[in-house]
C-alpha cells in the first residue's frame, strides 16, 4: 500500500453498509426455500435487492468506460471487445450483484456528465476520486495507486519530478487528473520564476503517447499500474521515469447521494476481497501493487490533503 488510510468516518459510507445489511437479511428470510445463484448470466440472487430497483428490473448494470485507456479498459484483439481491469471487475461485481453488465463506451470527459444525466448506472474507467469531483459524483474506491511519468527510451527531456516538469511539454489526454497536476505544477514554476509547463491535450492515451515517440513532447503523466504497461506495449520505445507522487485512489463513480448503489458495490466488492476474485483480477493484469485492503467511500481528498 503506498499510505495508510485516514481513519474519518463517513456517514455516507456507514449508513449505506448499515441499509445493506439490514436488506440482505430480510432477502434471506424471504427466500429460504428457493435456491439462488448469482452467477454471470445474471441469475436473481438476495444480493441484488441492494441495487436501485431500475437495475434490479433491467437486471442489467450499465457500465460506462473509455476503451482506451490499457490496462484499466481498451479494445481487445478482435477489434470490438472491451476487455481490462475495469471490466474484469464490473463483470464480477455483477456476478456478485445478479445481474448482467453492459459496458458502453464513452469518451472520458464525457463519464461523469453521462452518469448524472442517467444514461449509465455506473462508471468505470480508471477514474481518479478528488474533492473537486465529489462535488458532482460519489465514489466507491478500490484501487491505490501514485503518478509517475511515461517518456521517451533513455528520458532524453530528464523529467523525472514534478520540478523537472518546469520548460518541458507534456501530452495529456484531456479531463484526466494529469492535466490538474500538470497545470498546478506550471503555476509553481511561473511563481519561481521558471517557465511554465507546456501542455498538450489529446482524445485519447494513443495520441499523447504517440507525441512522445515523435519527439513531439518530453512526457506523459499516468498512474503507476497504467505507465507500466504502457512502458511494457512500446517495445521498448518508452519507460518509467520518476518515484510515484500524487497518491490517489481510482474509483467507482455513483450518481451522487444513490446510496443504494453505493451499498451494492460495497457488498460486491467485500465479497471479491474475502474469495480472492479482486486480488486475481489485479494479478491478471499486473498491477496488484495497487490493490487496496478494503473499498472506501469518497476518500479520494483524504490523500489528497496527505500529499
Given amino acids: 500500500m503506498l499510505r495508510q488510510r485516514s481513519t474519518r468516518t463517513h456517514s455516507i459510507a456507514a449508513a449505506t453498509l448499515a ?7 430480510a432477502a434471506a428470510c424471504g427466500s429460504s426455500d ?3 445463484d448469482a452467477s454471470s448470466t445474471g441469475a436473481p ?4 435487492t441492494l441495487l436501485p430497483k431500475s437495475v434490479q428490473d433491467a437486471g442489467t448494470l450499465t457500465i460506462a468506460t473509455d476503451a482506451q485507456l490499457p490496462p484499466n479498459n481498451f479494445i481487445g484483439p478482435d477489434g470490438k471487445t472491451i476487455i481490462g481491469v475495469s471490466v474484469d471487475m464490473g463483470n464480477a ?7 448482467k453488465a453492459e459496458f458502453v463506451n464513452t469518451k472520458f470527459a464525457s463519464l461523469i456528465s453521462g452518469l448524472q444525466a442517467g444514461r449509465y448506472d455506473i462508471a468505470m474507467s480508471g477514474i481518479t476520486d478528488t474533492a473537486e469531483r465529489q462535488k458532482q459524483v460519489d465514489f466507491v474506491d478500490f484501487i491505490e495507486s501514485g503518478q509517475v511519468f511515461i ?5 532524453p527531456g530528464k523529467v523525472d519530478s514534478q520540478d523537472a516538469m518546469c520548460g518541458k511539454t507534456l501530452s495529456l489526454v484531456t479531463g484526466t487528473i494529469s492535466v490538474d497536476l500538470a497545470e498546478a505544477q506550471s503555476a509553481k514554476c511561473t511563481g519561481a520564476g521558471q517557465k511554465p509547463v507546456e501542455i498538450l491535450k489529446f482524445p485519447t492515451v494513443a495520441d499523447a503517447l504517440l507525441q512522445l515517440t515523435n519527439g513531439r513532447a518530453d512526457a506523459n503523466i499516468a498512474n503507476l499500474g497504467k505507465a507500466a504497461y504502457q512502458a511494457k506495449e512500446s517495445g521498448g520505445k518508452l519507460e518509467v521515469a520518476g518515484t510515484p507522487f500524487a497518491s490517489s485512489y481510482d474509483a467507482v463513480a455513483v450518481k451522487k447521494g444513490d446510496k443504494e448503489m453505493i451499498a451494492a458495490l460495497q457488498y460486491g466488492f467485500g465479497q471479491m476481497l474475502e474469495d480472492g476474485t479482486y486480488l486475481k483480477i ?4 499486473d498491477v496488484e501493487a495497487s490493490a487496496v485492503d478494503k473499498v472506501v467511500v469518497n476518500e479520494g481528498d483524504s490523500l489528497e490533503s496527505s500529499g
Fill in 151 to 155: 517518456v521517451p527510451k533513455g528520458n
Fill in 93 to 99: 461485481l455483477a456476478k456478485e450483484l445478479g445481474v
Fill in 45 to 48: 440472487s438476495p444480493a441484488s
Fill in 282 to 285: 489485479l494479478e491478471k493484469w
Fill in 19 to 25: 441499509s445493506a445489511a439490514l436488506l440482505l437479511a
Fill in 34 to 36: 428457493a435456491t439462488t
